[in-house]
């Protein structure tokens, strides 16, 4: 069995003699919402409309926030330092659902927001 530890795009190859056959394509994206709640990110307001704050337990020194579609391709990024509230505008974004994934030098996580 392989578990991907990163997003993106897998297929599996299957090799059986001088056959080879190859699958489509499956995307994944892991999702560690229980990794936000346990650094105590709140990620408000979540439905929005146009702007969401991310806020951070404690002042971070360098962090990268995204926005990522459910397929894991990127629409926005911000990298900051030494920050605890971050405002993302969203006002450009089509309606729907998308993932936060936030890095900092000591953790990462992803969660999922909805976009009205």
Do not use: M
């Amino acid at each position: 069995i392989f578990n991907p530890t990163v997003g993106g795009s897998y297929a599996v190859e299957v090799t059986e003699g001088s056959c080879i056959d190859t699958s489509g394509c499956h995307t994944y994206w892991p999702t560690s919402v229980d990794n936000i709640a346990k650094h105590n990110v709140q990620i408000f307001p979540n439905p929005t409309d146009d702007n969401i704050q991310v806020q951070l337990d404690k002042v971070e020194n360098n962090f990268t926030i995204e926005l990522l579609t459910l397929e894991g391709k990127v629409l926005l990024s911000q990298q900051g330092r030494k920050a605890k509230t971050i405002s993302l505008d969203l006002s450009n974004v089509s309606a729907g659902l998308y993932f936060i994934k936030i890095h900092t030098d000591s953790w990462s996580g992803v969660q999922k927001i909805e976009k009205r």
